[in-house]
């Protein structure tokens, strides 16, 4: 029931935080701010038509994947839409400070609408479902359908990025790596399970995609080969 | 088909070669990179990394796309 936490900024790379730009915010912009900063019946309407923003936003999100979601009935799934704009709702208030003005007011609420309704049926579609967090079972080779008669490049390139990842990384950054680039796992859902966060898990990933990256090109595997693949 | 999902699982693996933010600073910059984008205006330049980001999450990159999806019908109105 808790809102999704993204933790303090931070890149991945070394890339200098965008500047942030300083338009002057739009009427209807302004007139959102100055509402629910405001205090009483004011404030109330105001929080209330952003309620309903981020329904919508959390409604748009459900109707975006609803074809993938055929175990879900339509009462469920509005359940869902109304827990995501209750939990965005929250984390809107709290961080209406950070809104610069960069974009539009209700751009900036509809992201956390979507975030939210995004995570909860990310998990809903993973509920019960086991994930593979042994590196002892994974094979490259049938992830990629390979079949025996398969290039001797793409041999070469595969079994070498196998040992890699079984020799190069650590088992946490083995562990991430399999589940989200090779089973498919969704960042939030694993992140839940390893009781990390999304960012902190992504940092994993982009650690264990570097280290891979290098160790290729250590081998002479560079990128002109990936791309051929 | 089968060159292409090597490609995909190749791709998944070593994520993009480019220098990307974090999933956190993707978020931050997401309204604002959307609305450049629908504006015309060059987004990746206003925001360096967001893209690379965009290839290597597939979270992020499906909120981008919900997000762009619903701002445009704001924008239309």
């Known amino acids: 029931m808790s809102a999704v936490t993204l933790p303090v900024t931070r890149p991945v790379d070394d890339i200098a935080a965008p500047v942030a730009l300083s338009p002057s915010l739009d009427e209807e912009s302004r007139a959102w701010l100055r509402d629910l900063r405001s205090d009483g019946s004011t404030r109330d309407g105001a929080i209330a038509r952003l309620h309903a923003l981020l329904v919508r936003a959390a409604r748009f999100e459900i109707a975006r994947r609803r074809p993938t979601l055929p175990h879900l009935r339509g009462d469920e799934l509005d359940d869902i839409a109304l827990e995501a704009a209750d939990d965005a709702l929250m984390s809107v208030l709290r961080r209406l400070d950070d809104f610069r003005g960069a974009s539009r007011f209700t751009t900036w609420v509809y992201k956390f609408g979507l975030l939210e309704a995004a995570v909860k049926l990310r998990k809903r579609a993973w509920q019960g479902r086991e994930i593979p967090l042994e590196p002892e079972t994974w094979n490259l080779f049938a992830s990629a359908g390979l079949e025996p008669d398969a290039e001797a490049e793409q041999r070469e390139l595969l079994g070498t990025l196998q040992a890699a990842i079984g020799e190069q990384l650590t088992p946490h950054q083995r562990r991430v790596l399999l589940a989200l680039a090779v089973d498919g796992v969704p960042i939030d859902v694993l992140a839940d399970r390893l009781d990390t966060t999304r960012g902190a898990l992504y940092k994993t990933l982009h650690d264990a995609r570097r280290k891979l990256r290098r160790h290729l090109d250590e081998c002479g595997l560079g990128p002109e080969l990936l791309e051929e693949n | ?77």
């Not at chain 2, 995909?8 to 997401?30: M, N, S, T, Y």
């Open chain 2, 1 to 77: 088909m089968e060159g292409s999902a090597l490609h995909r699982l190749v791709g998944r693996l070593l994520g993009p070669a480019a220098p990307e933010v974090g999933c956190e600073v993707c978020f931050d910059e997401l309204d604002r990179y959307v609305e450049l984008e629908l504006a015309g205006a060059d987004a990746d330049a206003a925001v360096p990394g967001l893209r690379a980001h965009l290839d290597g999450c597939p979270a992020c990159r499906e909120e981008h796309e919900s997000l762009r999806a619903l701002a445009a019908v704001d924008s239309t109105r």
